[in-house]
Structure formats: structure tokens, C-alpha cells
T-cell receptor, first 116, second 114 residues
Framework: GAGVSQSPSNKVTEKGKDVELRCDPI?????LYWYRQSLGQGLEFLIY????????KSGLPSDRFSAERTGGSVSTLTIQRTQQEDSAVYLC??????????????FGPGTRLTVL | AQSVTQLGSHVSVSEGALVLLRCNYS??????LFWYVQYPNQGLQLLLKYTSAATLVKGINGFEAEFKKSETSFHLTKPSAHMSDAAEYFCAVSVSTSYGKLTFGQGTILTVHP
């Protein structure tokens, strides 16, 4: 079956511009996560969705970052007024339930964001 | 709060040799532990996970890991390395009283030489 997909695969933008990153989770998965992978910080949790709600946004680095999920499916991560330190690979993952720590997360291929 | 430490950012082995990637965790509650592999320009793929059943966990591609509570460790092993095992490996923890938020180690790059 189809896995987690993300678009675009690569995004180059200029400092100060806004960007939107999209994630399509595996059909039927209620939980969705965003992580960021950067050279300096490794893999970091950003936000968790259960359905359309985000019970944990604790990993969002600043108020320039926001995310939403609609229809219990597609999620968009928006970064406003991008800065060079936002350059990273943004990974999305989904899991069937998400209410237990043992649930396996399935990762997408990521979006590589470069801010010039 | 939980944390994960992977000892050795780079490990190099010969083809056919034992692979040992080290992971130690810190958690105030019983953890769930995971090993993921990442090939260049790809997302993460689950190798195996510990969910409080058997302490010796077998995963895909011949990998296995043993949960040792007394040592707070979850080291990944494979008896005989293949060239195709060259990748970056991540150990991660989530806590059973919460949802599946993963805390990752810094990763270990495995190089396999002929």
C-alpha cells in the first residue's frame, strides 16, 4: 500500500519568505507527527496530531512555525519569515493509533528546505 | 524527561564482521525502544522495537537488539555485515504513559568495507 508522502521533496527559498510543507499520511492512521532533522540538532520532535487536534506542539521552535491537519488526513507545516537556521529536512510520520508509546511510526521521505 | 545516547557517531566494519551499535537510554518510566535505519535521501525505516514483551527483539535484515534494564541499554547487533547495511542508524525512545513522541539519539553512521 501507499506509504507516507511529502511534498515538495526539495524547497529552496529566500530568507524572509513563507513556505508550506505538505504531508499525506497512510490512510486510516489517526496520529501524525512532524520532526526536523538538522546537522546541528539531530532529529527533533516538532508537533503531534491526533485526528485534527494537536495535543502537543511543544517542539515548534518559534511562533513562526505552525501546522494544521484537516479531515484527519493531510497536514501542512508552515514556516513564516524563514531564517537560515530553518534549513533542515522536515520529516513527517504517521501511526495507526498514536495513543500508546509502542505504536510504530512510518516516516515519509522528507522535505529538504534550504533557506538562502 | 527521557533521553538517548548513541556511543560512536561513526562505526566501520568489514563485510562479514559483527555489527554492534550502542544505545543507552534514560527514562523515569518504562520505555518503548526503537531502532530505525536511514538510507541516503530517504526517510526512516523501522528495524525493530521493544515493547516490554521479550527482551531479545529480532528485526528485519538479520538485526536484533537486547533490552537490558540494569544497564539501561538497547544495543543493536548483526552477526555478519553486508555492504547493503551501510546507512545511518537511530535509536529512539518513547514513554508508555504518553503517545508515541519519539526522542532520538544522535545517530550512528555505519560503513561497511570489503
Amino acid at each position: 500500500g501507499a506509504g507516507v508522502s511529502q511534498s515538495p521533496s526539495n524547497k529552496v527559498t529566500e530568507k524572509g519568505k513563507d513556505v508550506e510543507l505538505r504531508c499525506d499520511p497512510i490512510s486510516g492512521h489517526t496520529a501524525l507527527y512532524w520532526y526536523r532533522q538538522s546537522l546541528g540538532q539531530g532529529l527533533e520532535f516538532l508537533i503531534y496530531f491526533q485526528g485534527n487536534s494537536a495535543p502537543d506542539k511543544s517542539g515548534l521552535p518559534s511562533d513562526r512555525f505552525s501546522a494544521e491537519r484537516t479531515g484527519g488526513s493531510v497536514s501542512t507545516l508552515t514556516i513564516q519569515r524563514t531564517q537560515q537556521e530553518d534549513s533542515a529536512v522536515y520529516l513527517c510520520a504517521s501511526s495507526l493509533n498514536g495513543r500508546a508509546g509502542a505504536d510504530t511510526q512510518y516516516f515519509g521521505p522528507g522535505t529538504r528546505l534550504t533557506v538562502l | 524527561a527521557q533521553s538517548v545516547t548513541q556511543l560512536g557517531s561513526h562505526v566501520s566494519v568489514s563485510e562479514g564482521a559483527l555489527v554492534l551499535l550502542r544505545c543507552n537510554y534514560s527514562s523515569s518510566v518504562p520505555p518503548y525502544l526503537f531502532w530505525y535505519v536511514q538510507y541516503p535521501n530517504q526517510g526512516l525505516q523501522l528495524l525493530l522495537k521493544y515493547t516490554s514483551a521479550a527482551t531479545l527483539v529480532k528485526g528485519i535484515n538479520g538485526f536484533e537488539a537486547e533490552f537490558k534494564k540494569s544497564e539501561t541499554s538497547f544495543h543493536l547487533t548483526k552477526p555478519s555485515a553486508h555492504m547493503s547495511d551501510a546507512a545511518e542508524y537511530f535509536c529512539a525512545v518513547s514513554v508508555s504513559t504518553s503517545y508515541g513522541k519519539l526522542t532520538f539519539g544522535q545517530g550512528t553512521i555505519l560503513t561497511v568495507h570489503p
